[in-house]
C-alpha cells in the first residue's frame, strides 16, 4: 500500500489548513485509515482516525473539537481538516492505513505514506 499525502504549508496560529492522503493504483475503500503527527524530538502521536464505514476517533484530546477527519471514497481521499491552529500543532503529519478490527489503536496501522510538514507560527 503506498499512501501519499499532502498539504503541506505555513500558516498563522488560529489559521485552518486541510491534509490530503490519497493512494495510487489502491482504493482505500476496504481500509481504516489514520492520521499521525510527529514533530522533532517527540514521540509519534494518534491524531484521528476513520473507520471504512466511517465511524471517527480522535484520541489525541488536544484535537478534539477542532480536527476533523473524513474521507471521500469516490475520490479515494482521507481529509484531516485542522481548524484553530496552534504552534503546538506544529509536526510532521502521517497518513497511514489498517486493516485491523481494531483501528481505533495506532498499532494496528502497518501502512504508511511519507509525511507532509505543518507549520503553525505564533
Known amino acids: 500500500v503506498q499512501l501519499q499525502a499532502s498539504g503541506a504549508g505555513l500558516v498563522q496560529a488560529g489559521g485552518s489548513l486541510g491534509l490530503s492522503c490519497t493512494a495510487s493504483e489502491l482504493t482505500l475503500r476496504p481500509y481504516h485509515m489514520g492520521w499521525f503527527r510527529q514533530a522533532p524530538g517527540q514521540e509519534r502521536e494518534f491524531v484521528a482516525a476513520?473507520?471504512?464505514?466511517?465511524?471517527?476517533?480522535y484520541p489525541l484530546d488536544s484535537v478534539k473539537g477542532r480536527f476533523t477527519i473524513s474521507r471521500d471514497n469516490a475520490k479515494n481521499t482521507v481529509y484531516l481538516k485542522m481548524n484553530g491552529l496552534k504552534p503546538e500543532d506544529t509536526a510532521v503529519y502521517y497518513c497511514?492505513?489498517?486493516?485491523?478490527?481494531?483501528?481505533?489503536?495506532?498499532?494496528?496501522?502497518?501502512?504508511w505514506g511519507q509525511g507532509t510538514q505543518v507549520t503553525v507560527s505564533s
Open positions: 497511514a492505513a489498517s486493516q485491523n478490527v481494531n483501528w481505533r489503536m495506532a498499532v494496528h496501522y502497518k501502512y
Open positions: 476513520i473507520s471504512r464505514s466511517f465511524a471517527q476517533t
